[in-house]
């Protein structure tokens, strides 16, 4: 992966002098909190319900051991043993006090790490594929692209102040495990006939209130003229995106006003002024950059099959150990080799994506010795070892149980997508984690989980959209209505190459109508699908109604209406 | 009507230093431009300049002609002043105009931003650049990487801490105004781009 170089360090650290500064100047009163808070913001620091919260940034979700083992050390200094992953590729702690922020992002700094930009109004953490690199189906590795965004978009000038967030996603394979039509900027990679590594540029898209995909405003886009053309793009954005109202102040709004043609023909005229600039990457940039993504010293290994793997297994495990090859583990580009997803989602136990202290540098220890020392970290809030030999996979799995990260349900029903909601976020209108337990304390029985098959369900506490829940084939939005906690749910939503915004159901239902209504939902579905039909085609083929029916049946109106105006 | 009492200067390849300001923000809004000083340098809103004064500068006695003789004029631009839409206008001010400057209604716009980026790389001007209205401290290494040299601070803020901004930062990660960034000078030689 890549490693800071002499002015990469420097940054970073003169960053931590320049942040330290602020809180000084905060806490000695001469620089309001009105003025604060978007510098802190910049900085990845929240003040939340009970304390302040810090995101960090794990730039396109990848992370060493080393850096694991310093995250870990900062939840158990700093904060209450445990970080959150979350559904951007970052982590956050809980429970900052303000004095010590500097403190710990001196931490950081020490293992190449940082909060910058990981909130406020500015370009945010640029994410990617969690499996960029190794993914079977992948045309080019976008990780360099990725960290020279990363390096142009850092502290950029003219970008602080945008009218609003901006997020980058970057992705280079087949299949898109990005949610790519979800962000301000969609970036897909690919190679032409002539083996020229070209871009397609994707605007406007956006979750949120008003979630919108995005529209294809570029193709065949030079990777080098990257930073002009985004230039070009965010300066129109910085110009003419509205700052009267913060609800239509995204990217997509402006985009859906002008019409995507329009916008991308102002791009485009920005652009022609500054495309032959210096701001553009060259060669020698992407030679240094792209020399940290080379392939890890991979022993040549006799692929097996996974009915082999099975039968190494003592017998009383192979039909556990058979399902977590069928769930968490991935096909990999090289012969003898898989991705190992780690599932953050335990049933009924902590909040989806949290890792203790104690797991999280056991989980490091793990990714020294299966993995070249390296992690991921998915949108969905899961762990990944990317690089594991499959004649190791018993013994991986073996280590991985006590540490309670086995769960064979990535994809399923209780792989549940959610942002910390009314328990954390001041932001909230209503919980996400108990109504998260709640689903999952009822779908406990992996037989049954296992016979649905894939389906996505996402959380969230507010419209902000945090847990996704617009691109989950089932969406919980937490709503308030005069002071109480409502759920109002969407269906048909999808994240990859057939993404979709989910749609409302009807009215809202009370926390403790949530696991009836899943299991009503579900048994709709079980009654319908043919033989090996996923939950999303179902939907499809049927429409809302057979699923709105049996959610609204046997309910009591009032209960249900009360909640109807969001 | 407004007026700071000093200005933070700061030369592209200079040094910061806080000097005596002598200009003056006029709103149009309020009295006459005949009735202030002749020698007073004003600033005068673009929207106005755009309204008046491309006519009255035809005429050598009028007022703002005489203004230009003496250099004491100049247009500052408000945050929603779509400056692309007037180049021409933009193109004839260069050799009229001794400063223009852009104006942050509230700190955290930054359309001012990429006023200034316009100015210095669209319009190639080579003039003092003035950022004013709500400036404060932590947009000052923002506002000189973009195109800034001058900042009119709101009254407020301490001046020995804003000076010190400028040596926070020794290394840069992409291109700005002021300075490339760090990696092209740090490569021994860089070749045109080819296919990768």
Redesign the interface.
Known sequence: MYKYD???Q??VN?RV??FK??VE?RING?LPEE?FR??RLQNGLYHQRHAYMLRVAIPYGLLSAVQLRTLAHIADKYDRGYGHFTTRQNIQFNWIRLEESPAILADLAKVQMHAIQTSG?CIRNITSDAFAGVAADEYVDPRPVCELLR????????????PRKFKFAVTGAEEDRTILLCHDVGIALKKNA????LASIYAGGGMGRTPILGSLIKENL???VL?SYLTALL?VY??FGR?DNIYKARIKILVKALGPEEFARQVEGEWA??KD??????????D?V?SHFTKPAYTLAKPISTQELINSAPENEQAAFARWLERNVKSHQVPGYASVIFSLKPHGSVAPGDATTEQMLAIADLADQYSFGELRVTHEQNLVLADVEQAKLLELWHKAKAQNVVLPNIGLLTDIIACPGGDFCSLANAKSLPIAKAIQERFDDLDYLHDLGEISLNISGCINSCGHHHVGNIGVLGVDKDGEEWYQITLGGEQGNHAAIGKVIGPSFGAEQIPDVMADIIDTYVKHRTADEPFIETYRRLGVTPFKEAAYLNRPKESAATGAAV | MSQVNSILLYPKGGKPSIIANEWLVWNADESELSKLDQKQKVLVPFSWWLANGQEDTKNPNSELAKRIAAKSIGVWFAADDDILKHAAVIEAGKSIWSLVAADFPIFRDGRSFSTAALLRERFAWTGEIRAIGDVLIDQLILGARSGFDSFALRSDQNTDVALKQFDLFTVTTQNSWRDRRSQLDSQISSQPNRAT
């Not at chain 1, 002539?194 to 590594?197: A, E, K, N, R, Y």
């Not at chain 1, 600039?277 to 992407?286: I, K, L, V």
Request: proline residues 7%.
């Open positions: 002499q002015i990469d420097t940054l003169e002098v320049q500064d602020q100047r001469s003025e978007p510098l109004n390096q142009w978009s850092t502290l950029h000038p003219e970008f602080a102040f945008l002539q083996g020229q590594l030079p990777w080098n930073p300066r910085n110009r700052r002024t500054i600039g210096d701001d553009n990457f060259q060669q020698s940039e992407w240094r792209a």
